[in-house]
């Protein structure tokens, strides 16, 4: 499954699904009704990629990771990535040397030029597919967007594909937000995100790791080896 460094100007609180991945895109502010699992840990609700590094929460008050067995690297890439549960209730795949902090209630993994990211958090009980169209609503507003694809996926899930202009580094930023449905029922959004010229091979490759390797802690297969 998949998942989600972007500072830049305040947005403004949206209502819907949608307009939590704007306002959280641009640092916007925390919204209410986050949806929690039953039995895990809560995976918090709100938006989408945020690159603010100030935004996040100090580490002293950030629940530490913890790393599980180690991942094949993704070929011809090269990115290693380590098996990692997250307190907030959900294990995924990190690339070696990427930072955890939480803002707005998100959780975020980011890289150590803060440029890439993912993100995971909470929307709503509407359906993955509606979430994501709701969610393009919003987006359009950003500069330079630019949809690649919008669809329903494997699973009752869904995907949206983007890219737009952003202003804080001056460069293209490529998304890809996944949304599945929780143990609880409620949707969540599984965001990567970084510079377009990262894009296919890189990225792509963390991409379909998430797709693999994201699950929620009480719906992961039992470790073996």
């Given at each position: 499954m998949l998942v989600a460094a972007l500072a830049g100007a305040l947005l403004g609180v949206l209502a819907g699904g949608g307009g939590y991945l704007l306002t959280r895109h641009e640092g916007g502010s925390k919204p209410t009704?986050?949806?929690?699992?039953?039995?895990?840990?809560?995976?918090?609700?709100?938006?989408?990629?945020?690159?603010?590094?100030?935004?996040?929460?100090?580490?002293?008050?950030?629940?530490?990771?913890?790393?599980?067995?180690?991942a094949p690297a993704p070929t011809p890439t090269g990115l290693h990535l380590n098996r990692v549960q997250d307190p907030n209730g959900f294990t995924l795949l990190v690339p070696d040397g990427w930072q955890r902090d939480e803002a707005n209630n998100s959780t975020f993994y980011r890289s150590p030029d803060k440029a890439s990211l993912i993100q995971v958090f909470a929307m709503s009980d509407k359906p993955p597919y509606e979430e994501a169209t709701a969610t393009e609503v919003d987006l359009t507003k950003l500069p330079g967007y630019h949809r690649i694809r919008l669809e329903q996926t494997a699973g009752?899930?869904?995907?949206?594909?983007?890219?737009?202009?952003?202003?804080?580094?001056?460069?293209?930023?490529?998304?890809?937000?996944?949304?599945?449905?929780?143990?609880?029922?409620?949707?969540?959004?599984?965001?990567?995100a970084g510079p377009e010229g990262d894009w296919p091979t890189l990225f792509q490759a963390l991409r379909d790791a998430e797709l693999t390797g994201f699950c929620f802690t009480a719906q992961c297969p039992a470790a073996t080896g």
């Open positions: 009704g986050a949806a929690t699992l039953t039995g895990t840990p809560p995976v918090t609700a709100s938006g989408s990629p945020s690159s603010s590094p100030t935004a996040s929460k100090s580490p002293s008050a950030t629940p530490s990771p913890t790393p599980t067995t180690p009752g899930t869904a995907e949206l594909e983007y890219a737009y202009a952003h202003a804080a580094s001056g460069t293209v930023r490529h998304v890809v937000d996944h949304i599945l449905v929780g143990p609880n029922g409620a949707a969540y959004a599984v965001i990567v």
